[in-house]
């Protein structure tokens, strides 16, 4: 009975503690393939899941390598927008996958929850449009003429089935435990605010039919925007967040900007509640790596810039060769032929 209730006890405190860490499921993007994920059973290996996901990922199983290309977009697009930055989105080969740089709940943090939740969104609903899921398809509740007088489609992006699944999956690891937690609600508001910036950006997109390219008739469906164009937008809100902090009204808890002046974050904005480090040198408990070896761009003021990147220590200098197309011509028709030209270029890395 007592040893019962101890092993318990350790189990929801490991539980507990893997759980500070965020978005430990992204550690499928870590794999070849989900696609051996055929087996119940897998669920239970699959490293990085808490317990109510491995029972979504077992009721789910045709989705989960959706969910793994969903996680390595999201890993791709924060490279991509955090390239030039101090802290670059650099991932681990170990669990927590971004170190441990997101159990803050910082600015980044807030980035990576709203990308990451986004993305699972977005790849589920493509699998469903291309066809691959037994559960969905395209989403066929808009259809006939549309006002504008062309004909839909039939086959939509069925977003909301994509957002469903984001909602149960991502958001249950905030759910439950302390669900009522300040870092809990950041972590949920931030997840909605990802998958508002697909939500309220899908678009119309069209192709023409008739003779030789004529646009007699016009079928039209709803797309997502491209994840770039997501990417994009979270990046702004990132650039934009607002720091809030908790406060009790009646009997919910809220986040409520720190700063009162300050006018309250919408549904699409990012919160975070602590300070960002500054990133500059590496502290391997914070697991932050440092600035140092990074490449800089002397005459840029910003932030990608050797003086703020590489935090006032200076840089290096060093000519590189590099290989590039040039004097391109273009042939009639059509192809454009161009010489390889070597030319030396300065690279600065930070001291
Ligand atoms: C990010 O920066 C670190 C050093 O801080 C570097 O080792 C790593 O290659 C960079 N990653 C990317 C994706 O640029
Ligand atoms: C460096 O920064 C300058 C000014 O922002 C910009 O014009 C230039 O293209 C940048 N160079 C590289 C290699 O990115």
Not at 154 to 172: L, P, R, T
Not at 228 to 244: L, P, W
Request: charged share 25%; net charge positive.
């Amino acid at each position: 009975m007592t040893s019962e209730y101890l092993l318990r006890s350790l189990l929801m405190l490991i539980l507990a503690l893997f759980s500070a860490n965020a978005s430990n499921w992204l550690f499928l993007a870590k794999l070849s393939s989900v696609g051996s994920i055929s087996e119940e059973e897998t669920c239970e290996r699959l490293k990085g899941l808490v317990q109510k996901q491995v029972q979504i990922c077992k009721r789910n199983v045709e989705v989960m390598d959706a969910v793994r290309r969903g996680a390595q977009l999201a890993i791709d697009e924060c490279q991509y927008q955090f390239r030039n930055r101090r802290w670059n989105c650099s991932t681990v080969d170990t669990l927590p996958i971004f170190g441990k740089v997101v159990a803050q709940g910082t600015r980044e943090a807030a980035f990576v929850y709203a990308i990451s939740s986004a993305s699972v969104a977005l790849a589920v609903t493509r699998a469903c449009s291309s066809g691959e899921l037994e559960k969905c398809g395209c989403d066929r509740n808009v259809h006939g003429i549309s006002p504008e007088g062309f004909q839909w489609s039939g086959c939509s992006d069925n977003i909301a089935y994509g957002v469903a699944f984001s909602q149960s999956f991502v958001d249950v690891r905030e759910r439950g435990k302390g669900s009522s937690s300040s870092r809990a609600l950041m972590n949920l508001h931030n997840n909605e605010a990802g998958r508002k910036a697909i939500l309220n950006n899908m678009r119309v997109e069209c192709k023409c039919h008739g003779v030789s390219g004529s646009c007699e008739v016009k079928t039209c469906w709803k797309a997502m925007p491209p994840f770039r164009k997501v990417g994009n937008i979270i990046k702004e809100k990132f650039d934009g967040a607002t720091e809030v902090e908790q406060r009790k009204i009646g009997t919910t808890k809220v986040l409520v900007p720190k700063n009162s002046q300050f006018k309250p974050h919408t549904e699409e904005d990012l919160v975070y509640l602590d300070p960002s480090p500054d990133f500059c040198d590496q502290d391997p408990r914070s697991g932050v790596l440092g600035t140092t070896g990074r490449y800089c761009n002397k005459t840029s003021k910003a932030i990608d810039g050797c003086e703020l990147m590489c935090c006032g220590r200076g840089f290096h200098t060093e000519e590189v060769e590099v290989v590039d197309r040039c004097s391109c011509k273009f042939h009639w028709c059509c192809y454009v032929k161009c010489k390889q030209c070597h030319k030396m270029v300065e690279m600065h890395t930070c001291r």
